[in-house]
Each structure stands twice: as C-alpha cells, then as structure tokens.
C-alpha cells in the first residue's frame, strides 16, 4: 500500500534555531514529492517540489532534500521565525496516476517556534 | 488577485441537515477537488472533476455530493448520511499541461464544519 509517513508529529524549537522534518514513504515509481505548509486554519501553501530526479530544492529558508534509493525527503528550515509555525505536510504524486486524484498526503509535522 | 475562494468559513449543522460548502475558482483551471481534513491524519480526498459536467468518487465520497456546473464552481454538500461531518474541508484546484492535469496544486482556505 502505499504510505507518507512524517516525523516528527510535533516539535517545538527556539526561534533563530535550525530544524529538520522528515518524510518517508513507499510510493513507487513516483513523479514528484511536494512540500507544503499550512498555517492553523488556512489552506496549504506549496514550499517546494520535486521530480523523482533531483535531490534537492530551496525556497529561502526552506530547503528540501530527497533521496529516492531509501525513499526519504527532508525539509531543513534555518534560521527559523515566528511565522514557521505552522504544520507541514509531504505529498507525493505516484507516477502514471493520470491526475492529482491519487495524491498521496502524510499526516504531516506541526512546528512551533518560541520567542 | 485569482485564486481560490471558499465560504463559509465555519458552519455549524444540527443532525439530520444537508449543508453545502461553496467553492469557487478564477484561475481558469479545469480541474477540481474536495478534500478532507481530520486531525493527525493526511486529507483525503472525496471527489474530484476533470472537467465542466463530470466528476468522480474519491476515497471518501460515501455522504458526499457535488455538482460541476460551471469550470469556475465545485459546491459540496453534505448529507445527512455522512455519519462523522465534523472535519476542516479543503477545496483544491489545478491546471492542465497538454492532455494531462498537471501543475501546481492550488488549496483555498478551507471550511470547517461542526455538527451540534
């Protein structure tokens, strides 16, 4: 079956410190792995995506890392703000889906940052 | 500025009420989406429509209904059948590339539904 499993569920950090969420899933073959955030209440807001060839993409703060042989992508935050609270959620589009009807979504991570 | 508008933004249903969520779109996209979202868990999605006149189950569809009438407009309502409303609803929409509905994924800003 196919699964996005992310870890942490939850994580609290300083503000101004690094942090790093983890995706893995077992979706194969697959065409492309989005990052999205989603504040408390608002629809996702897509951070970065990437095919199933690239291993990393950056959107400022935001850089996602994937690693298609242990099928795990990361998305590393630094330098972290008040407005990174948020959830974040990895998605991942199983190839020859034929359309976005067979997204598959993780639970996702709910980040807090501290003053 | 396009995008994607939902409304209402809460509602609130007594048992035993139908209610429709509204969903409209100006990005000229044809495709669109309903999905479901519930704590601790990834959405789901309850059904989808490629183009004006058509739409299709979703993993979830069972309660659910829609209407495709206009490219612009994917209303969902909810029936009394559905055993378990309360939830956050999230109404997506994206674009086409060639033959095949492609492109970024484009969420509104969600309704959430209580039942009393």
């Known amino acids: 079956k196919n699964q996005v499993e992310q870890s942490p569920q939850s994580l609290i950090i300083l503000e101004g410190k690094n942090c790093t969420l983890q995706?893995?899933?077992?979706?194969?073959?697959?065409?492309?792995l989005r990052w999205y955030k989603q504040d408390t209440g608002r629809g996702p807001v897509s951070l970065t995506i990437?095919?199933?060839?690239?291993n990393t993409k950056s959107n400022g703060r935001y850089t996602a890392t994937l690693d298609a042989d242990t099928k795990q992508s990361s998305l590393h935050i630094t330098a972290s703000q008040l407005s990174d609270s948020a959830s974040y959620i990895c998605?991942?589009?199983?190839?020859?889906?034929?359309?976005?009807?067979?997204?598959?979504f993780g639970a996702g991570t709910r980040l807090a940052v501290h003053p | 500025d396009g995008g994607i508008t939902q409304s209402p933004k809460y509602l609130f249903r007594k048992e035993g009420q139908n209610v429709t969520l509204s969903c409209e779109q100006n990005?000229?996209?044809?495709?669109m989406y309903w999905y479901r979202q519930d704590p601790g868990q990834g959405l789901r999605l309850i059904y989808y429509?490629?183009?004006?006149?058509?739409?299709q189950k979703g993993d979830i569809a069972e309660g659910y209904s829609v209407s495709r009438e206009k490219k612009e407009s994917f209303p969902l309502t909810v029936t009394s059948a559905q055993k378990n409303p309360t939830a956050f609803y999230l109404c997506?929409?994206?674009?086409?590339?060639?033959?095949?509905?492609?492109?970024?994924?484009?969420f509104g800003e969600g309704s959430r539904l209580t039942v009393l």
């Open positions: 990005l000229n996209h044809d495709a």
């Open positions: 429509s490629q183009i004006v006149n058509d739409f």
């Open positions: 990437m095919t199933f060839s690239e």
């Open positions: 995706c893995n899933y077992t979706v194969s073959p697959f065409s492309n």
């Open positions: 998605v991942v589009t199983p190839r020859f889906s034929g359309g976005y009807n067979k997204l598959i």
């Open positions: 997506a929409s994206s674009g086409k590339l060639g033959r095949v509905v492609t492109g970024e994924l484009f």
